[in-house]
């Protein structure tokens, strides 16, 4: 990689520091907006208490895209990741300011309901977490609670479809009445992202899914990923660089709680504008 072309790219900084922070006009290097959005966030700012976590994040969720959000850890990006179906709701200390909108709809309003909300944007977490009940029950919990089948026929069909769409059903077509809790670390994974998608959502987010599986299990994960990405907007956080560009087509930086920089995945692993963003992709700090 050229380091002069790097240099002359980067943003200039007031204090020459390689913390952002340091520069009160510091602006996020690429475009923050996609043509055809489902999601939009403008000048997200988070607090925990008197301690800022965000700062003056915007960034656009393109449809049927894979976004990969990459950074040191405690870089803020899954307190982002969790702003954007309001998980973070759930911390008495957590206040969130700034515009996020899912499909021109206003989340954050006080006439959303945010049970559909989640209902619209899922959810799937670092460690695998099926309900303490049957690998069918446990697909069909979500939908049963929105009411979204009409009849036991149409529940066997959407879970059906669901576990297909996770690659899980020829594994678990014979254990369905078994607990959910029984599959494998990788297959219990797959088991929550059938859950989150038996109901439709438009929009999955996924906390590093893939730490705590082994090679095998995370390769599965990233086909299916790629595979629903034909029918939804999937953000995933991760820490595996490698993981990020084999699975999105943008990247999304962050580092101290600002956005960095965001682009063309394989611009950002291969020609990052700014230095931050070179340093931790090369490896010299994260």
């Given at each position: 990689m050229n380091q002069t072309a790097i240099e002359d790219a980067k943003p200039i900084e007031r204090n020459n520091s390689d913390d952002p922070l340091n520069d009160p006009n510091y602006k996020t290097v690429g475009e923050v907006t996609v043509p055809n959005a489902a999601m939009t966030t403008k000048n997200v700012d988070v607090y925990y208490g008197d301690k800022q976590a965000i700062y003056n994040v915007s960034l656009d969720v393109g449809k049927n895209e894979v976004l990969a959000m990459i950074g040191p850890s405690g870089c803020g990006k899954s307190t982002f990741l969790r702003c954007l179906n309001r998980m973070n709701d759930t911390i008495d200390i957590c206040r969130i300011e700034g515009d996020i909108r899912l499909d021109g709809e206003d989340i954050y309003s006080r006439n959303m309901d945010v049970v559909l909300l989640r209902a619209r944007v899922g959810m799937v977490f670092q460690k695998p977490n099926p309900f303490p009940k049957s690998v069918y029950d446990n697909v069909a919990y979500g939908v049963n609670l929105h009411g979204l089948s009409r009849s036991k026929s149409d529940l066997d069909d959407i879970v059906e479809d669901a576990l297909k769409r996770a690659g899980l059903w020829d594994e678990v077509s014979d254990r369905l009445n078994q607990p959910g809790t029984g599959l494998s670390g990788g297959q219990q994974q797959r088991l929550c992202i059938a859950r989150a998608i038996a109901i439709s959502p438009e929009i999955i987010l996924m906390d590093e899914p893939c730490s705590a599986l082994d090679p095998i299990a995370t390769a599965k994960?990233?086909?299916?990923?790629?595979?629903?990405?034909?029918?939804?907007?999937?953000?995933?956080?991760?820490?595996?660089?490698?993981?990020?560009?084999?699975?999105?087509?943008?990247?999304?930086?962050?580092?101290?709680?600002?956005?960095?920089?965001?682009?063309?995945?394989?611009?950002?692993?291969?020609?990052?504008?700014?230095?931050?963003?070179?340093?931790?992709?090369?490896?010299?700090?994260?």
């Amino acid at each position: 990689m050229n380091q002069t072309a790097i240099e002359d790219a980067k943003p200039i900084e007031r204090n020459n520091s390689d913390d952002p922070l340091n520069d009160p006009n510091y602006k996020t290097v690429g475009e923050v907006t996609v043509p055809n959005a489902a999601m939009t966030t403008k000048n997200v700012d988070v607090y925990y208490g008197d301690k800022q976590a965000i700062y003056n994040v915007s960034l656009d969720v393109g449809k049927n895209e894979v976004l990969a959000m990459i950074g040191p850890s405690g870089c803020g990006k899954s307190t982002f990741l969790r702003c954007l179906n309001r998980m973070n709701d759930t911390i008495d200390i957590c206040r969130i300011e700034g515009d996020i909108r899912l499909d021109g709809e206003d989340i954050y309003s006080r006439n959303m309901d945010v049970v559909l909300l989640r209902a619209r944007v899922g959810m799937v977490f670092q460690k695998p977490n099926p309900f303490p009940k049957s690998v069918y029950d446990n697909v069909a919990y979500g939908v049963n609670l929105h009411g979204l089948s009409r009849s036991k026929s149409d529940l066997d069909d959407i879970v059906e479809d669901a576990l297909k769409r996770a690659g899980l059903w020829d594994e678990v077509s014979d254990r369905l009445n078994q607990p959910g809790t029984g599959l494998s670390g990788g297959q219990q994974q797959r088991l929550c992202i059938a859950r989150a998608i038996a109901i439709s959502p438009e929009i999955i987010l996924m906390d590093e899914p893939c730490s705590a599986l082994d090679p095998i299990a995370t390769a599965k994960i990233e086909e299916l990923i790629d595979e629903l990405s034909k029918h939804y907007s999937i953000c995933i956080v991760t820490h595996s660089m490698q993981q990020a560009a084999r699975v999105s087509q943008r990247t999304a930086y962050f580092h101290l709680g600002k956005l960095i920089e965001v682009g063309a995945t394989d611009i950002i692993f291969t020609n990052p504008s700014h230095r931050l963003t070179e340093g931790y992709i090369t490896g010299r700090f994260g």
